[in-house]
């Protein structure tokens, strides 16, 4: 049986003919197939999880919007008794929301990136003035949840203490304030 056998210089594997790998010592290694199933079923365990979780964040963002839709739609029949041409524009938006909500929940994880790669490859200049637009959101998102936790964390710079609540007992001092005969 001919051999592809190559001597390599810096000692690395080369093939053999019969699909093995073997080192300019002479020593096979072995790729089995159970390293190769392992290795397949944790990146499909992990690729599982990962779908999953983004398909409960898919639906958790349908359910937003369909709420969205719903506000749209009160909204819009109280206004209805005041100015209809606003309220049919309410109404529309409150529909195109609510489409856009099922056709979330209906499309797979796949299908919703091929749309988005599609939409790239047709409207970049719009896909990249998106993504900006987004990646300023997240920023201030990040940064206004940053201020939060500061606050939190520091205070707001008051007295946490509420005035009308607190005790009117004799007040307590704490620490040296001087002596009264050390002049």
């Known amino acids: ?9 810096n000692g690395s594997a080369a093939k053999t ?21 392992t290795a397949n079923g944790v990146l499909g365990g992990i690729q599982q999880r990962v779908t999953s ?28 008794n005041e100015n209809e041409t606003i309220a049919s524009y309410v109404d529309a938006a409150g529909d195109q929301m609510r489409r856009f909500a099922d056709q979330i929940r209906q499309k797979g994880v796949a299908d919703m990136l091929d749309d988005v ?5 047709r409207r970049p ?13 997240i920023a201030r998102f990040l940064k206004a949840s940053a201020d939060r ?4 964390e520091y205070g707001d710079g008051f007295s946490s203490v509420d005035p009308m609540t607190a005790s009117t007992g004799s007040p307590s001092y704490s620490g ?3 002596e009264a005969g050390g002049y």
């Open 176 to 178: 040296d304030l001087g």
């Open 149 to 152: 936790n500061a606050m939190r």
């Open 17 to 37: 003919g019969n699909g093995s790998n073997q080192s300019a010592t002479g020593e096979t290694a072995n790729s089995g197939a159970n390293g190769t199933t």
């Open 117 to 121: 790669h599609a939409f790239a490859r």
């Open 125 to 137: 200049a719009l896909f990249i003035g998106g993504a900006f637009l987004v990646g300023l959101g």
């Open 53 to 80: 979780r983004v398909d409960e964040q898919k639906n958790r963002a349908a359910d937003g919007l369909g709420g969205i839709a719903d506000v749209f739609r009160n909204a819009s029949n109280e206004l209805r």
């Open 1 to 9: 049986m001919p051999t592809n056998r190559e001597n390599k210089p």
